[in-house]
């Protein structure tokens, strides 16, 4: 079996607050190989979005070791870490996070410009993915001009132009009606049966039902 992608080795983190401390997360381990769809599941307050930042690299745990790709987070500054993220991970968040007053095509293309890639190349590279999930025709409308099933879409080719090893998905679905919702799952596992890594982070059971793998968490553990 191949390295996993991600590797969780008794990971914790806890954040101060005044003179508490609290624990988000609590002696987590978790390993994701290439190619699974895994589902991480919890209520509000169960650590879900923790989880989240340490496995995008927005965070950094307190204890324990995080090895994505099989590189130690914990050995990278935060250039290193940043450059890290940008090449290994494709986020897709619940509020789409484009940018505003920008065409589809420039919102996709974004991730390759701070990649260093040449202006056609990066346009080319955009043209394809929106192609690939059906927005060939909306690739000059602004986020304000596309639906919000649409604009989900424009960030899923977001994600995958720089053809990441891992897609980490926050919530997906949570602003779209269930139509949209239903598309967007459909194309995670489209994407997934293709050969794509997908982390989904949910704290709805349906969604969930979508991988292939589900994690619960509670409290900030992992239950078994």
């Known amino acids: 079996m191949p390295n996993p992608i991600v590797s969780l080795d008794h ?14 997360l609590a002696d987590v381990s978790l390993t994701v190989h290439p190619g699974e769809f895994v589902a991480i599941v919890g209520p509000s307050g169960s650590g879900k979005t923790t989880m989240m930042n340490v496995l995008g690299c927005l965070d950094r745990p307190t204890s ?5 790709a099989g590189t130690p987070v914990s050995d990278l500054d935060d250039d290193g870490l940043a450059r890290l993220r940008s090449l290994t991970i494709g986020f897709v968040f619940q509020s789409y996070n484009l940018l505003p007053r920008t065409t589809a095509l420039d919102n996709v293309a974004t991730p390759l410009l701070y990649q260093g890639v040449p202006r056609r190349e990066r346009h080319a590279r955009a043209r394809a993915a929106l192609e690939r999930l059906g927005l060939g025709d909306r690739l000059d409308h602004e986020s304000t001009e596309l639906s919000g099933g649409q604009q989900q879409r424009v960030a899923v080719a977001r994600a ?16 779209l009606d269930s139509q949209s919702g239903a598309e967007v799952l459909a194309l995670l596992h489209e994407l997934n049966s293709a050969g794509r890594t997908i982390v989904l982070i949910t704290h709805d059971q349906d969604v969930a039902e979508a991988a292939d793998r589900q994690i619960h968490l509670r409290d900030g553990r992992i239950l078994t």
């Open 160 to 175: 995958l132009v720089t053809e990441p090893a891992l897609i980490l998905a926050d919530e997906p679905t949570g602003n």
């Open 64 to 68: 324990g070791q995080y090895l994505l």
């Open 11 to 24: 990971v914790s983190r806890v954040y101060a607050m005044g003179r508490m401390e609290v624990p988000a």
